[in-house]
């Protein structure tokens, strides 16, 4: 009999609630058992609530198992598990699992499946091809393909991806980089983190595609230093694709086609939520404080050491293998108006399912709190759900039905940022949840522009009185003023975009603003 | 954690060269700008378990950049101490998503229970607590993270169990 393989995620989240503990238990089982197994540590399928998933390969394709937990191995090998025995923890075969199957993975296709640090994996499943046909294109014919694909920037701010890689390979340079932004900040999004610990090499190639198309041979991943597991991972990746060849001197030797030099390394931050925004993160690598820099010169011109740098999301530079392997056209296909393609969604905080669920765009808020995350974990009514991170606006029940394209959620006065969606029952405060907003912009404020140093303190303050019902018109006002200042007059999104949580807390949810009785101006 | 490493200008000397250096070799001219500054005081705090005030005369040399300009960016990065911490750190998530999943009651169950709240260590020194804004780690909300051991859909019973292991008297 050929050793049976089992996988169980070594993705961070999953080794969170005990995927560690669970690999080596049912290791130490086999060996008690005298059963020769391989215990494959694979990336998350991103079905959190089922973690630690625990899948077995039969014969009949992979089995799913989950939640497992350390004490319910002994019982699993019982049941005989291995053969794909019946548990109550089985879940059937995976692919076949509703929320894997009604995803269109393009990004996400291999995270889960594959050991994410090996190459040879990764080559069986179709990683590298991408690469290997853009070391036989023109620079321009693969921006060209980048172009078609119709990708927008998956960070947040939607800028066209092709357009920017044109701009840098139009200018005439002796040097020029590649920057990976993965200072994944916004709360309620783990994409990157899942892309850089579940399928590292799917970003070295992407990088390296966009360093033959802008003509840079040296780049940077900025990863966040609360990201220590997706850190290591990368770092590990990018040696083995160095010791293969895939990065270094001849980028092209693996695959024997003529030479083109790209190497990369890992930068980690230092706790700055600000360093997300692409000029701040640029000042970060160069070893200052992480401000923002007025735009322009853009990046594209003047980056990193003044040098035109491509900034870009993980999930941007993620999506470009796929491009390049199956053409722009065929990722254009995905998705409605002016948003192609896919995005991976973040569902998380209090819903049932919660996890990675990457769609084309077009799927409405509703179908994915409550079809596909199940309503709240609590059971309790859901009250609100903010969309885009700590900048994103807190939608209300009755706007559920918008669709999750970024026009649409502009729409709506929202945005949908890089793609994190949380979800609130109803004993949320949301005055509580509009001061934290400017709290956290206070917290997080790189001090160079005043009206978001200076706004958002006074927007703490300001929501205090509403709260305390002193002079609350009067100070509702004044919140409003405050945030079209902040909106108009922010150097960045970060106080730009503080108004939007801000302003849909008020305006959806007037009451919570109500609560206390007013207060005599004397009490102040 | 990492047992803090007693201050000596002969080891924090040679961490900023071999940082600088490494930055030299990637990045040629432009590695020999501040860009190695970052990973240098992320080398002194592994090592040292903090950055001591002694440091920064030495960097700003190494880099020839102004002790301002090494004061300016270690008190702007929130993960750069300026003492060291207790033996073991639990950062516990503040933002939205584990908003929603209640961290509020058990940060309020370690300040009732154990009289402990974030951004302080216990008195014995063996525990840090401190606040951080995502972990990555939404889906399992609430999260944390102990020393380097990610935690999901803890509670305060996990709490109880953590400041246990960590052996602090609180």
Not at chain 1, 297 to 313: D, E, Y
Request: proline share 5%.
């Amino acid at each position: 009999m050929s050793v049976v393989k089992i996988f169980v995620p070594c993705d961070s989240a999953a080794v969170s609630v005990g995927a560690d503990r669970v690999a080596r238990a049912i290791a130490a089982e086999a060996v008690s058992r005298k059963i020769d197994v391989t215990v494959v540590r694979n990336g998350s399928r991103g079905m959190y609530w089922l973690e630690p998933l625990v899948e077995v390969e039969t014969a009949f394709g992979r089995i799913a198992f989950g939640p497992v937990k350390p004490g319910d191995v002994a019982s699993l090998f019982d049941a005989g598990f291995l053969t794909g025995g019946a548990h109550r923890l089985a879940l059937g075969k995976t692919e076949e699992i509703d929320w894997l199957q009604r995803q269109q993975r393009l990004t996400f296709a291999r995270i889960g499946v594959i050991d994410p640090v090996s190459i040879e994996d990764y080559r069986q499943l179709g990683g590298f091809a991408g690469l290997s046909r853009a070391l036989t294109m023109a620079q321009t014919a693969i921006i060209e393909e980048v172009i078609a694909s119709g990708l927008r920037g998956r960070g947040g701010a939607g800028f066209p991806t092709g357009i920017k890689w044109k701009t840098v390979q139009s200018v005439v340079a002796a040097q020029k980089y590649i920057v990976c932004n993965a200072d994944e900040g916004d709360s309620g999004t783990f994409a990157d983190r899942m892309v850089m610990e579940g399928d590292p090499f799917m970003l070295i190639e992407g990088m390296t595609i966009a360093g033959l198309a802008v003509g840079a041979t040296k780049g940077f991943v900025y990863i966040r230093s609360e990201y220590p597991h997706a850190v290591a991972t990368m770092r590990k990746a990018i040696e083995r694709a160095r010791a293969a060849g895939f990065l270094g001197p001849n980028t092209g030797k693996p695959f024997g086609l003529g030479g083109a030099t790209f190497d990369l390394e890992v930068r980690v931050g230092a706790g700055a939520y600000i360093c997300g925004e692409e000029t701040s993160l640029l000042e970060s690598l160069e070893g200052k404080r992480g401000q923002v820099r007025a735009k322009p010169p853009l990046p594209a011109l003047k980056g990193l050491f003044g040098k035109p740098t491509v900034i870009n999301n993980v999930l941007s530079l993620a999506a470009v293998p796929w491009v390049l392997a199956h053409g722009g056209k065929a990722y254009a296909d995905y998705g409605m108006g002016r948003s192609r393609g896919t995005k991976p969604l973040q569902l998380a905080g209090n819903v049932k399912r919660s996890g990675l669920f990457e769609t084309a765009f077009g799927m409405t808020l509703r179908q994915l709190v409550m079809e596909i995350g199940g309503g709240t974990a609590s059971g309790r009514p859901l009250r609100a759900v903010q969309v885009g991170g700590p900048l994103g606006a807190y939608f209300p029940e009755s706007l559920l039905d918008t669709p999750l394209d970024y026009e649409a959620m502009a729409a709506a006065k929202g945005m949908l940022g890089h793609g994190g969606v949380v979800v609130f029952d109803d004993t949320v405060d949301m005055a509580a949840q509009a001061r934290f907003a400017f709290e956290f912009c206070a917290i997080e404020s790189c001090g160079k522009c005043t009206p978001c140093r200076i706004g958002s303190t006074r927007g703490v303050e300001t929501i205090d009185k509403i709260r305390l019902g002193f002079e609350r018109d009067k100070n509702r006002a004044l919140v409003e003023d405050l945030c079209t200042t902040m909106t108009d007059g922010s150097l960045c999104a970060l106080g730009g975009l503080t108004p939007y949580p801000v302003m849909s807390a008020l305006t959806h949810f007037p009451e919570d603003f109500n609560r206390s009785a007013p207060t005599r101006v004397a009490a102040e | 954690m990492n047992p803090a490493t007693s201050w000596d200008e002969t080891s924090a000397r040679a961490i900023i060269d071999a940082e600088r250096s490494k930055a030299i070799d990637f990045l040629g001219p432009d590695g020999e700008t501040a860009t190695s500054l970052l990973p240098i005081l992320h080398a002194l705090q592994e090592y040292f378990g903090y950055v001591d005030r002694a440091a920064i005369p030495l960097i700003a040399d190494a880099l020839n950049i102004s002790k301002a300009e090494v004061h300016g960016v270690v008190t702007f990065y929130h993960d750069y101490r300026d003492a060291p911490h207790g033996t073991h750190v639990l950062k516990i998530c503040r933002a939205e998503s584990c908003q929603a999943m209640g961290v509020q009651r058990i940060v309020d169950h370690l300040r009732n229970r154990h009289a402990v709240k974030p951004g302080t260590t216990t008195p014995d020194r063996r525990l840090t607590i401190e606040d951080v804004y995502c972990l990555g780690n939404c889906a399992l909300s609430p999260a944390a993270l102990f020393d380097d051991e990610p935690m999901g859909r803890i509670d305060e019973a996990t709490i109880d169990d953590l400041i246990a292991s960590a052996g602090a008297r609180t």
